[in-house]
């Protein structure tokens, strides 16, 4: 039972346009959302995160959007740059004293130059 | 910020061995987790700590599984008996009140 889902494994985009990666969950108790970047033989680094209380936050070229009543959030990078090349992960929280965090299997994107 | 450090980065054994990995988390960071990531899918959550009491663990934390946290600072992670199916990246990430959890390079266990 996932309760995370990113169901698209892979993304390639042109340099300079904006990607967009999807990502969808089942469980109502999550309440904080989280985006990571992984680069081969690297760990998870943090990108950007959301709390249930707000539909946007934005950082630079990355944003994040949340829609609660479809249970769906997507990251938008804009400008892409070549750079941005990786496996990118949603993972999400609830705050009921659960400190755990679920991910889901991971989109990787490749950006052309 | 030194970041989070786990050691070994890989680690080979035969089946049926024991292993221990180490974390040494963010200094100032008193949350303490460890997950595991097989080939294809995410970071799955193994156990959490908040200094040094044990708060969280999943039920993929079989009982030849266990984690310590002595003095609240660095962790352990101890596989007994290993099996085929504990072969993944064990990664240990660290956090403080209300903050990201920032994650290490891992530990890549292979069992032959």
């Known amino acids: 039972d996932q309760q995370v889902k990113q169901n698209s494994p892979s993304l390639s985009v042109q340099e300079g346009r904006i990607s967009i990666l999807n990502c969808d969950y089942t469980?109502?108790?999550?309440?904080?959302f989280l985006w990571y970047k992984k680069y081969p033989a690297e760990g998870p680094t943090f990108l950007i995160s959301?709390?249930?209380?707000?539909d946007k936050n934005e950082d630079g070229r990355f944003t994040v959007f949340l829609n609660k009543s479809a249970k769906h959030l997507s990251l938008h990078i804009v400008p892409s740059q070549p750079g941005d090349s990786a496996v990118y992960f949603c993972?999400?929280?609830?705050?009921?004293?659960?400190?755990?965090?679920?991910f889901g299997k991971g989109t990787k994107l490749s950006v052309i130059p | 910020d030194t970041g989070v450090s786990q050691d070994p980065r890989h680690k080979i054994t035969k089946r049926g061995q024991n292993v221990t990995f180490r974390c040494d988390p963010i200094?100032?960071?008193?949350?303490l987790y460890w997950y595991r990531q097989t080939l294809g899918q995410g970071p799955e959550f193994l156990t959490y700590?908040?200094?040094?009491?044990?708060?969280?663990k999943s039920r993929l934390l079989s009982d030849r599984f266990s984690a310590e946290r002595p003095k609240g600072s660095f962790s352990t992670l101890e596989i007994q008996r290993t099996e085929q199916g504990d072969s993944a990246m064990y990664l240990c990430?660290?956090?403080?009140?209300?903050?990201?959890?920032?994650f290490g390079d891992g530990t890549r266990l292979s069992i032959l």
């Open positions: 700590f908040q200094n040094e009491a044990q708060l969280e």
């Open positions: 993972a999400a929280m609830s705050g009921a004293g659960s400190y755990q965090l679920t």
């Open positions: 200094s100032e960071h008193n949350r």
């Open positions: 959301i709390s249930s209380i707000k």
């Open positions: 990430a660290s956090s403080s009140l209300n903050q990201p959890q920032h």
């Open positions: 469980n109502s108790m999550f309440d904080y």
